[in-house]
């Protein structure tokens, strides 16, 4: 490797890690279980992204790639540190949130998400989970959006959509979930414009100052706050007009999406 690109991407990957690992050492982790986590990770990208065609991946290949053992690489090979029941209900609350605000059955005369009985009727809430959740059961999903405060019942035993952003507020463990598919998705689109010379770019953008006096810092972040609520509202209908509930065997499916994040820092 060039010695100038070594030494770039080492500044920018030790700036990536900074916060992950300021996050992991708050929590009372310690670095020989962050190295565990690195291990696994180098194992599951070389099986996943450095195949080679029509041959099957081995111990000993996926050692070559990443200077590990072949004892140490049959044992990340064996283990899953994605699994999580947190990311599965937080993933499936977004998805029964996102079908109340487009599936036509779920919404009023003005388009608007409806007041849902509990477990009475075709239009009911639990339908609704049973239709976008999967097999989780309805209650449970009614417990994480009351929980984050999305939804609130009425006194006729009814479910209204109060908030059309899923952030899972009394959770630790969900919102950790979050930080790691969020940062994940954003790298990715940073790696792939890096990749695509040009050519099939994802949109990346970001505007930014280090000069701003803290009596403006308020004033922008509810400026910025709801011009982005706006949009992703706006992003979320269109979107969800072309997501389907259920997949079909002979198509090609993607998760798509925008992001959008506010950042402050004071200067040094």
């Given at each position: 490797m060039d010695k100038s690109l070594q030494k770039t991407l080492t500044k920018a990957v030790a700036l990536i890690l900074r916060p992950i690992i300021r996050l992991w050492m708050k929590k009372g982790f310690s670095f020989r279980a962050f190295e565990e986590v690195i291990r696994w990770v180098f194992v599951s990208v070389a099986e996943e992204d450095f195949k080679i065609q029509a041959k099957k991946q081995t111990d000993s290949r996926i050692s070559v790639i990443t200077g590990l053992t072949r004892h140490q690489v049959n044992h990340y090979r064996?283990?899953?540190?994605?699994?999580?029941?947190?990311?599965?209900?937080?993933?499936?609350?977004?998805?029964?949130?996102?079908?109340?605000?487009?599936?036509?059955?779920?919404?009023?005369?003005?388009?608007?998400?409806?007041?849902?009985?509990?477990?009475?009727?075709?239009?009911?809430?639990?339908?609704?989970?049973?239709?976008?959740?999967?097999?989780?059961?309805?209650?449970?999903?009614?417990?994480?959006?009351?929980?984050?405060?999305?939804?609130?019942?009425?006194?006729?035993?009814?479910?209204?959509?109060?908030?059309?952003?899923?952030?899972?507020?009394?959770?630790?463990?969900?919102?950790?979930?979050?930080?790691?598919?969020?940062a994940a998705s954003l790298i990715g689109t940073l790696e792939h414009n890096l990749n695509s010379e040009g050519k099939g770019t994802f949109f990346q953008k970001k505007v930014c100052y280090d000069s701003v006096p803290e009596e403006f810092i308020n004033a922008f972040k509810k400026l910025s706050a709801e011009q982005a609520q706006?949009?992703?509202?706006?992003?979320?209908?269109?979107?969800?007009?072309?997501?389907?509930?259920?997949?079909?065997?002979?198509?090609?499916?993607?998760?798509?999406?925008?992001?959008?994040?506010?950042?402050?820092k004071e200067d040094t």
């Open positions: 064996s283990i899953n540190l994605e699994e999580s029941p947190e990311g599965a209900k937080s993933n499936r609350s977004t998805r029964v949130m996102t079908g109340w605000l487009n599936d036509k059955l779920f919404l009023d005369e003005n388009g608007e998400p409806s007041l849902l009985k509990i477990t009475t009727g075709n239009t009911s809430f639990q339908n609704l989970v049973h239709k976008y959740g999967g097999d989780i059961s309805h209650k449970a999903v009614l417990d994480d959006l009351l929980t984050c405060g999305n939804i609130e019942k009425t006194k006729d035993e009814r479910v209204k959509l109060i908030s059309k952003g899923y952030i899972p507020k009394a959770n630790e463990n969900a919102l950790i979930e979050i930080i790691g598919h969020d706006k949009l992703l509202e706006s992003l979320n209908e269109e979107l969800g007009k072309s997501a389907v509930s259920e997949k079909e065997e002979d198509k090609n499916y993607y998760e798509i999406g925008m992001g959008v994040y506010y950042f402050q």
